[in-house]
């Protein structure tokens, strides 16, 4: 049936993954907002939302533009945008889903803006925290709230949050800096209504973070060596 080489996916295995780390998400009290870089297919988008996932995560503007296409709705792209081509994407998503983007500097901030113009309706902004891994995000709380502020003074910008990705063992160190930020921009009348950790690899840490509201696991619904030696799949659930 199948040329070689060729990647072939195990359905039965990727709909136990989906079930199973939905449990754990509803175990824990976070919402499932996995992130589609790893299967970037539509088709399995829906399976995870019909199991129960809140909405998705996206690295890109073109994931983004499949995914809403085929009908998602509740979708956060979670890396900086810039450029005005991709602010006039950005507007036109944004015109037909809720979408959430991440940010970490005062560059992307500035331009945001024009998306929410192209839309004619506010876009929800979180801040990005490196919270150990060092590959993006604000490194301080006091750099958190400084944005936090920026993102509520911009026009048709809405500061809804914080994005984490600690490490595996780094989370009471990424409590410390949350709960730092939180305080910060709740003594400028902010609130952060979306607190979201990351990782398929931090499946085993659901729910330690406390003030979480949802997780963003990827990798799980097909899993790999990493995974299974990170402790939280099998073999059998590769």
């Not at 500035?110 to 490194?139: F, I, M, Y």
Request: aromatic share 4%; glycine share 10%.
């Amino acid at each position: 049936e199948y040329g070689t080489p060729c990647a072939v996916i195990d359905m039965d295995r990727v709909e136990r993954n989906i079930a199973r780390i939905q449990a754990a998400c509803d175990a824990a009290g976070v919402a499932n907002r996995p992130h589609i870089k790893t299967h970037k297919s539509p088709v399995l988008a829906k399976l995870q939302i019909e199991a129960g996932a809140k909405g998705i995560t996206c690295q890109k503007l073109g994931e983004a533009e499949v995914m809403a296409d085929a009908g998602i709705d509740d979708i956060l792209v979670s890396y900086n945008l810039v450029g005005e081509e991709k602010m006039a994407r950005l507007g036109a998503l944004q015109a037909k889903a809720d979408m959430t983007v991440a940010a970490d500097n005062r560059i992307v901030i500035a331009g945001l803006p024009q998306a929410a113009a192209h839309s004619g309706r506010p876009l929800s902004v979180v801040v990005e925290c490196d919270t150990g891994r060092k590959r993006a995000g604000v490194e301080t709380p006091a750099e958190a709230i400084a944005l936090a502020r920026e993102i509520a003074a911009s026009k048709g910008l809405v500061f809804t949050g914080f994005m984490l990705y600690p490490t595996e063992t780094g989370w009471a160190e990424a409590q410390k800096f949350y709960d730092e930020a939180l305080a910060g921009v709740r003594a400028h009348g902010l609130e952060a209504a979306m607190v979201s950790t990351g990782g398929s690899p931090n499946l085993k840490n659901l729910g330690k973070l406390k003030g979480a509201t949802e997780h963003r696991p990827g990798t799980y619904i097909y899993n790999d060596r990493m995974q299974v030696g990170a402790d939280v799949a099998t073999w059998d659930d590769c």
